[in-house]
């Protein structure tokens, strides 16, 4: 059944009821962009919100970074984790506030959704790592939230989405063609409308829109190829669930500049599973 | 009231004129509106764009909007022309660094560039530090300026704490603040490709919280330019000590070593390679081999040994050039690159001539002992029916003597008598040939067996019309001599003179004192003749058994002759000139002090014959 373009329409309104980020990562995400922001504008941008300051500051100075003595301000820890590094914190701190409500009907398991994004968040920083991607906070991030399509969907268009997790069950489909079957768009999509409607880093919107579809990524090819081998080894190896019990077709071009083998996915898989607890650890602070 | 002007200023790019041009503005409005506030003007009266009929607070704000607006894009407008500046300024540092660093020599000079570019253009430092080394083996501290004790136990601090290990492992610039002289530290990882190589520490006055991701960003690209610059120039440091290393080896062979490349020109020849062959280095260097003279024979090894890519060991060669002639021993070797591809050969050599040399003349008195022993045995055999013959004829001979008329055959008798002797003679020098060791050594000077032997022969001269002469040293050395062989030499060799001297030749004899090789004492005896002189084809053989060029000679008495004087240690060698004369010259070695009693008087009466027949 084919959506209208209007009933679409109507979706994607109400999507955008979506919530803006908090004003203080916006204006993070702006401030970074800029390479003349010192590191005092950084924390200070931070210190508005007293209770993220706490939080990002937890988590520098947790066993999860490993620096050898105490991180005692924002400023400080941007000199030493670098920009990005901040950035990303402030944004995972927050995102996984929005959606830390854990209402959900079983169909939809939330537990088992952030057992699942939290592992690809550690995949795509082990990935990130192996690959020698710049930035590893960014892809750890960006694993983090690839999936907040769903959320969305679950949250703002509630009843339609458990009728495309029904047809989900009843088939044994992936996720995402049910989505699209039913509702005209898919997650990936959503993903999409949400990375805009919150100004992320550009970096960071293409991972969002485009994993299920690598080849479409324009502007950081690596980082998409990154999350989208992420989330098939995910679901390979059975950590946590996505909403579906298959697994997509690997983009073999999107990962062929990795130049991986055998042995180098059998290393990832021995030690997902201790960093996937360190990440468990880590979180839980938030 | 006074007229609003009629024209728009333009606004210009430059914020200052923005803002003198709006306050100019302003004040004429506020002019204006100060004198009647509410009452619309007249239309005709525009201020950018605006109609005057609004009322004019309301009217003031729109404008003020306006201008904040424009000004605001003339603001960004200049803060992107700056930022173009200054990217263009950080490509130019980046640059000029590049260029500086190329023409640098040293690690010290990198790091100078690096640290001064660094302080001029980025971030101001006081005190700074350089750590070097490898993710494997560690970094240690390879230089610091302008730090004071305080910097130094607060760097000592930080190492120790970990946060040299931390920039290590994160690879990223990061800004620390430090106790001591200076509030910050700046710890920049110096990467070369993949690996990190040095850490920079800089001791800044500059607020840690101060920085900028573009400080980060320059300072990290600077220092990564300087890492690259450094490890290139430490790869050439190690190519050149590799270099130098080699070539020391080369120099130290004992051995000579010559390569050639494929075209067969010659590479490398070291210094006891150019010793050996007797050359120059310009000479041969960077020539085809077989060009050089007399060399062809060795470039044709190496030839082979390209084309068959095989080693060819323990080759002799021989090297002829005019009359010298000098024998190689040689392995020669193909050089191969990548394992299996040819692309030159190589040999190692060594002189073999003296050794040669050697070998001659051990096969020669080998021969000579061989000679000995048969003629040991042979002469044994022959004694006997020798002493029958002798006893017979003697007898015969007496008989006949009884008998007047068998007068005539006495002759003949004599005659048999003569040549059994002489038999006799011939085999008891082959005898003596095979004599070997035991000899009898006493100490006496040579001058006594020399002028004792002359007497012997001093009747046949005279009948001759030779003369005889000596010149002897009286204050030669002693030599250890068995006297009847020494005895032997001298009357052969005087012998032989007479033979090849005619009527008015004249034997000379001289004794004198010599050093030999390393400073042994040596006594020479010169038998010097004005005879025919031998032919230069003969004078290699004549110590040779059984060479004669006498038709009744045995060709034995040189041969003896060299066996004694070998027997003694000495030596003897002959000069000729056909048609001049002949002279042996004979080297015996000086007795050292303490050795054999002095030789018992021998009579000056006792005849050759007796001597020589015994």
Same mark, same amino acid.
């Given at each position: 059944?084919?959506?209208?373009?209007?009933?679409?329409?109507?979706?994607?309104?109400?999507?955008?009821?979506?919530?803006?980020?908090?004003?203080?990562?916006? *204006?993070?995400?702006?401030?970074?962009?800029?390479?003349?922001?010192?590191?005092?504008?950084?924390?200070?941008?931070?210190?508005?919100?007293?209770?993220?300051?706490?939080?990002?500051?937890?988590?520098?100075?947790?066993?999860?970074?490993?620096?050898?003595?105490?991180?005692?301000?924002?400023?400080?820890?941007?000199?030493?984790?670098?920009?990005?590094?901040?950035?990303?914190?402030?944004?995972?701190?927050?995102?996984?506030?929005?959606?830390?409500?854990?209402?959900?009907?079983?169909?939809?398991?939330? *537990?088992?959704?952030?057992?699942?994004?939290?592992?690809?968040?550690?995949?795509?920083?082990?990935?990130?790592?192996?690959?020698?991607?710049?930035?590893?906070?960014?892809?750890?991030?960006?694993?983090?939230?690839?999936?907040?399509?769903?959320?969305?969907?679950?949250?703002?268009?509630?009843?339609?989405?458990?009728?495309?997790?029904?047809?989900? *069950?009843?088939?044994?489909?992936?996720?995402?063609?049910?989505?699209? *079957?039913?509702?005209?768009?898919?997650?990936?999509?959503?993903?999409?409308?949400?990375?805009?409607?919150?100004?992320?880093?550009?970096?960071?919107?293409?991972?969002?829109?485009?994993?299920?579809?690598?080849?479409?990524?324009?502007?950081?090819?690596?980082?998409?190829?990154?999350?989208?081998?992420?989330?098939?080894?995910?679901?390979?190896?059975?950590?946590?669930?996505?909403?579906?019990?298959?697994?997509?077709?690997?983009?073999?071009?999107?990962?062929?500049?990795?130049?991986?083998?055998?042995?180098?996915?059998?290393?990832?898989?021995?030690?997902?599973?201790?960093?996937?607890?360190?990440?468990?650890?880590?979180?839980?602070?938030? | 009231?006074?007229?609003?002007?009629?024209?728009?200023?333009?606004?210009?790019?430059?914020?200052?004129?923005?803002?003198?041009?709006?306050?100019?503005?302003?004040?004429?409005? !506020?002019?204006?509106?100060?004198?009647?506030?509410?009452?619309?003007?007249?239309? !005709?009266?525009?201020?950018?764009?605006?109609?005057?009929?609004?009322?004019?607070?309301?009217?003031?704000?729109?404008?003020?909007?306006?201008?904040?607006?424009?000004?605001?894009?003339?603001?960004?407008?200049?803060?992107?022309?700056?930022?173009?500046?200054?990217?263009?300024?950080?490509?130019?540092?980046?640059?000029?660094?590049?260029?500086?660093?190329?023409?640098?020599?040293?690690?010290?000079?990198?790091?100078?560039?690096?640290?001064?570019?660094?302080?001029?253009?980025?971030?101001?430092?006081?005190?700074?530090?350089?750590?070097?080394?490898?993710?494997?083996?560690?970094?240690?501290?390879?230089?610091?300026?302008?730090?004071?004790?305080?910097?130094?136990?607060?760097?000592?601090?930080?190492?120790?704490?970990?946060?040299?290990?931390?920039?290590?492992?994160?690879?990223?610039?990061?800004?620390?603040?430090?106790?001591?002289?200076?509030?910050?530290?700046?710890?920049?990882?110096?990467?070369?490709?993949?690996?990190?190589?040095?850490?920079?520490?800089?001791?800044?006055?500059?607020?840690?919280?101060?920085?900028?991701?573009?400080?980060?960003?320059?300072?990290?690209?600077?220092?990564?330019?300087?890492?690259?610059?450094?490890?290139?120039?430490?790869?050439?440091?190690?190519?050149?000590? =590799?270099?130098?290393?080699?070539?020391?080896?080369? %120099?130290?062979?004992?051995?000579?070593?010559?390569?050639?490349?494929?075209?067969?020109?010659?590479?490398?020849?070291?210094?006891?390679?150019?010793?050996?062959?007797? =050359?120059?280095?310009?000479?041969?260097?960077?020539?085809?081999?077989?060009?050089?003279?007399?060399?062809?024979?060795?470039?044709?090894?190496?030839?082979?040994?390209?084309?068959?890519?095989?080693?060819?060991?323990?080759?002799?060669?021989?090297?002829?050039?005019?009359?010298?002639?000098?024998?190689?021993?040689?392995?020669?070797?193909?050089?191969?690159?990548?394992?299996?591809?040819?692309?030159?050969?190589?040999?190692?050599?060594?002189?073999?001539?003296?050794?040669?040399?050697?070998?001659?003349?051990?096969?020669?008195?080998?021969?000579?002992?061989?000679?000995?022993?048969?003629?040991?045995?042979?002469?044994?055999?022959?004694?006997?029916?020798?002493?029958?013959?002798?006893?017979? %004829?003697?007898?015969?001979?007496?008989?006949?003597?009884?008998?007047?008329?068998?007068?005539?055959?006495?002759?003949?008798?004599?005659?048999?008598?003569?040549?059994?002797?002489?038999?006799?003679?011939?085999?008891?020098?082959? =005898?003596?040939?095979?004599?070997?060791?035991?000899?009898?050594?006493?100490?006496?000077?040579?001058?006594?067996?020399?002028?004792?032997?002359?007497?012997?022969?001093?009747?046949?001269?005279?009948?001759?019309?030779?003369?005889?002469?000596?010149?002897?040293?009286?204050?030669?050395?002693?030599?250890?001599?068995?006297?009847?062989?020494?005895?032997?030499?001298?009357?052969?060799?005087?012998?032989?003179?007479?033979?090849?001297?005619?009527?008015?030749?004249?034997?000379?004899?001289?004794?004198?004192?010599?050093?030999?090789?390393?400073?042994?004492?040596?006594?020479?005896?010169?038998?010097?003749?004005?005879?025919?002189?031998?032919?230069?084809?003969?004078?290699?053989? %004549?110590?040779?058994?059984?060479?004669?060029?006498?038709?009744?000679?045995?060709?034995?008495?040189?041969?003896?002759?060299?066996? %004694?004087?070998?027997?003694?240690?000495?030596?003897?060698?002959?000069?000729?000139?056909?048609?001049?004369?002949?002279?042996?010259?004979?080297?015996?070695?000086?007795?050292?002090?303490?050795?054999?009693?002095?030789?018992?008087?021998?009579?000056?009466?006792?005849?050759?014959?007796?001597?020589?027949?015994?």
């Amino acid at each position: 059944m084919v959506m209208e373009k209007s009933k679409i329409k109507e979706l994607i309104a109400k999507i955008e009821k979506l919530p803006t980020l908090p004003v203080v990562v916006a *204006r993070i995400n702006a401030m970074v962009q800029n390479p003349k922001t010192s590191a005092r504008e950084v924390g200070a941008a931070i210190a508005t919100d007293p209770s993220l300051s706490a939080r990002v500051l937890k988590m520098v100075n947790s066993a999860y970074f490993g620096f050898p003595s105490q991180i005692s301000s924002i400023s400080h820890a941007t000199t030493i984790l670098g920009f990005n590094a901040i950035q990303n914190l402030a944004l995972t701190a927050t995102v996984f506030q929005l959606f830390r409500d854990n209402s959900g009907d079983e169909l939809f398991d939330r *537990r088992r959704f952030w057992e699942h994004s939290l592992g690809v968040g550690v995949l795509s920083r082990l990935l990130a790592e192996k690959t020698r991607y710049a930035d590893k906070e960014e892809a750890f991030t960006a694993g983090l939230i690839h999936d907040v399509g769903k959320i969305v969907l679950d949250q703002f268009v509630h009843e339609e989405f458990k009728a495309v997790m029904g047809l989900v *069950r009843a088939n044994d489909m992936l996720l995402y063609e049910a989505e699209s *079957r039913l509702l005209g768009l898919n997650h990936a999509n959503v993903a999409y409308i949400v990375s805009q409607k919150w100004n992320l880093p550009k970096k960071l919107q293409e991972p969002l829109a485009y994993h299920h579809a690598p080849g479409l990524s324009k502007y950081n090819p690596q980082l998409t190829g990154i999350v989208h081998l992420a989330d098939i080894l995910c679901r390979a190896l059975k950590i946590g669930n996505g909403g579906d019990n298959k697994v997509p077709v690997l983009d073999k071009a999107a990962v062929a500049d990795f130049k991986l083998n055998a042995s180098d996915i059998e290393q990832l898989k021995n030690v997902s599973e201790k960093e996937i607890e360190k990440a468990e650890v880590f979180l839980e602070m938030l | 009231m006074s007229p609003l002007p009629q024209s728009t200023p333009s606004i210009s790019r430059s914020l200052a004129d923005i803002a003198r041009q709006i306050k100019a503005l302003f004040d004429e409005v !506020d002019q204006v509106a100060r004198e009647d506030f509410s009452r619309p003007v007249s239309t !005709d009266v525009r201020v950018s764009g605006f109609s005057l009929t609004e009322p004019l607070n309301v009217l003031l704000n729109q404008v003020r909007a306006r201008l904040v607006e424009k000004a605001e894009t003339a603001r960004l407008q200049q803060d992107a022309l700056d930022e173009l500046s200054k990217s263009r300024d950080e490509i130019e540092n980046l640059r000029s660094l590049s260029a500086a660093i190329a023409l640098a020599q040293t690690r010290d000079e990198i790091v100078e560039l690096l640290r001064s570019t660094i302080r001029d253009k980025v971030i101001p430092f006081g005190g700074s530090a350089l750590y070097q080394g490898s993710e494997e083996l560690g970094f240690t501290l390879t230089g610091a300026w302008d730090t004071t004790e305080a910097d130094a136990r607060e760097i000592d601090r930080q190492k120790t704490a970990g946060f040299l290990q931390w920039v290590i492992r994160a690879h990223t610039t990061i800004a620390m603040p430090a106790e001591g002289k200076y509030p910050t530290a700046v710890y920049v990882p110096m990467n070369a490709g993949n690996q990190v190589i040095g850490i920079l520490l800089l001791l800044t006055p500059r607020a840690v919280d101060e920085f900028t991701q573009s400080d980060q960003e320059r300072v990290q690209m600077l220092c990564s330019q300087a890492a690259v610059a450094l490890e290139n120039a430490r790869l050439v440091d190690q190519v050149l000590q =590799m270099k130098q290393y080699n070539e020391n080896i080369l %120099i130290s062979l004992t051995s000579g070593l010559l390569a050639v490349d494929l075209d067969g020109r010659v590479t490398t020849l070291n210094p006891s390679g150019l010793s050996i062959l007797n =050359m120059a280095a310009p000479d041969i260097l960077g020539r085809q081999l077989s060009e050089v003279p007399r060399l062809d024979s060795f470039a044709r090894l190496l030839s082979d040994t390209i084309s068959t890519g095989q080693d060819r060991r323990n080759i002799e060669l021989e090297l002829n050039f005019g009359e010298h002639r000098q024998i190689l021993g040689v392995s020669a070797s193909p050089i191969l690159a990548d394992q299996d591809r040819v692309i030159g050969a190589l040999g190692i050599f060594t002189d073999l001539t003296p050794i040669k040399t050697l070998e001659l003349q051990v096969r020669r008195s080998d021969r000579l002992a061989v000679v000995g022993q048969l003629a040991a045995g042979a002469a044994h055999e022959i004694r006997n029916p020798l002493s029958a013959i002798r006893g017979n %004829i003697q007898l015969l001979n007496r008989k006949l003597q009884k008998l007047p008329e068998a007068e005539p055959l006495l002759v003949k008798t004599k005659s048999i008598i003569e040549e059994v002797d002489r038999i006799n003679r011939i085999v008891a020098g082959m =005898m003596d040939m095979s004599k070997d060791g035991a000899l009898q050594l006493a100490r006496v000077s040579i001058n006594k067996v020399v002028r004792d032997v002359g007497y012997i022969v001093e009747g046949n001269y005279k009948e001759a019309g030779v003369g005889l002469e000596f010149v002897l040293d009286e204050l030669l050395p002693d030599v250890q001599v068995d006297m009847a062989e020494m005895k032997q030499v001298f009357l052969n060799l005087y012998q032989n003179a007479l033979q090849a001297m005619s009527t008015n030749g004249k034997l000379m004899v001289t004794t004198s004192r010599t050093v030999v090789g390393e400073g042994k004492d040596f006594v020479q005896v010169l038998v010097a003749d004005t005879g025919a002189g031998i032919d230069e084809k003969h004078v290699e053989k %004549i110590f040779a058994p059984f060479f004669t060029t006498k038709s009744d000679g045995t060709g034995l008495g040189l041969s003896i002759v060299h066996r %004694i004087v070998e027997e003694h240690k000495g030596r003897i060698t002959v000069e000729s000139v056909v048609g001049k004369g002949t002279t042996f010259k004979v080297l015996l070695p000086a007795a050292p002090a303490g050795s054999a009693p002095p030789a018992p008087q021998v009579p000056a009466s006792q005849t050759p014959a007796e001597t020589a027949g015994g």
